[in-house]
């Protein structure tokens, strides 16, 4: 398998946005057809794809529910795949990912490789400002986590390790889209797009200059676009002349100035793009 970290992001718009699991949340992959026929493997992933961090463990019914697949048919496949330890039952009867899963999808270069090499430098970030940084790529029009650090004390953040949201409300995701193709912006702009404060910018010719100024400056602002009291500040992660990852800072609102994280979050956003492109 090739390394994607030499490629960086997908350059196309092919996922589309999945529904937030409640207002201002992460976004997550849903079920898939509401069908019950289809490969095995289709609805295995059907059943997988039905987990989320607002529903990690769910019933036979909850299951069948949200994957869109029969109750005889989830039961079915659920003794193949517990045996296989991709899901796990408890006491209870619930079902919930399984380590074995966990520990595949832990594999992933573009997100392990890119982690590994980042970490010292988003550790120094963390050390230095005891906020909370994270580290992001880009999957076809979302945002998706592949590390945050929890700053003791910080703001409260609605992201997690894995997690996805929308481009054009995070730090992140406006560094991501600003260096984004053509196509990945049109569609990412095309709406509608989620409100989840009243800052959020929902019109696109404002967004459209809002990335104007990122590729200009070197940096995003997000200031109390996804929560009301919060300031994200990202930078991108070069390799190759090509954007492959952004980094942020996330403080509470009113604290620091953009202007000064951003000096920080550049330096880091740097050092990182100097350790993925060493061989």
Not at 79 to 84: D, H, K, S
Not at 120 to 136: G, M
Not at 229 to 240: G, H, I, K, N
Request: glycine share 10%.
């Amino acid at each position: 398998m090739e390394d994607p970290l030499a490629h960086g992001p997908q350059q196309t718009g092919g996922a589309q946005t999945a529904a937030a699991d409640g207002k201002g949340a992460p976004k997550e992959r849903r079920g898939g057809s509401a069908s019950g026929t289809g490969p095995v493997l289709g609805r295995a992933l059907q059943i997988l794809g039905a987990f989320s961090a607002k529903c990690p463990e769910m019933t036979l019914s909850e299951l069948s529910r949200r994957s869109g697949l029969p109750v005889s048919t989830v039961h079915r496949m659920l003794g193949e795949l517990i045996a296989w330890g991709a899901l796990e039952r408890d006491d209870k009867g619930c079902y919930r990912v399984g380590l074995r899963l966990w520990e595949v999808a832990s594999l992933a270069p573009r997100g392990q490789g890119l982690r590994e090499r980042a970490l010292p430098f988003l550790e120094d970030l963390s050390q230095v400002t005891r906020e909370n940084v994270q580290l992001a790529v880009r999957e076809g029009t979302e945002v998706v986590f592949v590390e945050r650090i929890a700053g003791s004390g910080a703001v409260p953040v609605l992201t997690r390790v894995g997690g996805r949201f929308a481009l054009t409300a995070t730090g992140v995701g406006l560094v991501l889209l600003a260096h984004a193709p053509a196509e990945v912006q049109n569609q990412a702009l095309a709406g509608p797009l989620e409100r989840f404060t009243p800052d959020t910018v929902t019109d696109p010719r404002a967004l459209r200059r809002m990335l104007a100024d990122v590729r200009t400056n070197g940096y995003a602002v997000s200031d109390r676009q996804v929560t009301t009291d919060a300031l994200s500040v990202a930078a991108p992660v070069f390799r190759d002349g090509t954007v492959i990852a952004s980094v942020s800072l996330v403080v509470r609102h009113g604290t620091a100035s953009a202007h000064g994280l951003a000096r920080l979050v550049c330096t880091s956003a740097r050092a990182i793009s100097r350790a993925v492109t060493t061989p």
